[in-house]
T-cell receptor, first 118, second 117 residues
């Protein structure tokens, strides 16, 4: 079974600085998706960034980028120029590429709570 | 439009009440999901509907009864709940598998905060 581990329960960053959130996962599959979701206090889960495992190029989305290390099974999220609105719980998630049974379910890490200091 | 809506935003119910949560999407997605999320925890999958048919039930107690009346709507009927069922209930949707592969992104609604007294 696949697992996702976020080893940092809480992190803090100064506004305008850069912060990196860690995520590691375990799987025997070669094809899968990885996601970072953001959940602010307003509670809606918002997709931040997505990475397909078969793509070597790291995904980027404006101030958000990932460092995807497939061999090391690592998927960290870098937030540049942090803003107050970035304060939220961040969840790393894994999803199998292949359809069937529970293989397509999102498997979440426990989350990292990010605080942004003005 | 990547919007999933949920009503109500908040719900308080007694253990003998019957209530329903509603979820709606107009993105043409044919897979819809219910998740339960306790405070400071990740979401836990409850049910998955694919083409309006229940495809996954993650051993959820029968006091939770899902329904998918059409491709845009998903309901969760609640009856005889327990205080430990108090949580945030999230709905999500995505495209269904194509050629045996999942379309990758689930879009979440804002959730219903449920309190069972």
């Amino acid at each position: 079974a696949q697992t996702v581990t976020q080893s940092q329960p809480e992190m803090s960053v100064q506004e305008a600085e850069t912060v990196t959130l860690s995520c590691t996962y375990d799987t025997s599959e070669s094809d899968y998706y990885l996601f970072w979701y953001k959940q602010p206090p307003s509670r809606q889960m918002i997709l931040v960034i997505r990475q397909e495992a078969y793509k070597q190029q790291n995904a980027t989305e404006n101030r958000f980028s990932v460092n995807f290390q497939k061999a090391a099974k690592s998927f960290s999220l870098k937030i540049s120029d942090s803003q107050l609105g970035d304060a939220a719980m961040y969840f790393c998630a894994y999803r199998s590429l292949h359809y069937g049974g529970s293989q397509g379910n999102l498997i979440f890490g426990k989350g990292t709570k990010l605080s942004v200091k003005p | 439009d990547t919007e999933v809506t949920q009503t109500p935003k908040h719900l308080v119910m007694g253990m003998t009440n019957k209530k329903s949560l509603k979820c709606e999407q107009h993105m043409g997605h044919r897979a819809m999901y219910w998740y339960k999320q306790k405070a400071k925890k990740p979401p836990e999958l409850m049910f998955v509907y694919s083409y309006e048919k229940l495809s996954i039930n993650e051993s959820v107690p029968s006091r939770f009864s899902p329904e998918c009346p059409n491709s845009s709507l998903l309901n969760l009927h609640l009856h005889a709940l327990q205080p430990e069922d108090s949580a945030l209930y999230l709905c999500a949707s995505s495209q269904v598998p194509s050629g045996g592969y999942y379309q990758e992104t689930q879009y979440f609604g804002p959730g219903t905060r449920l309190l069972v007294l």
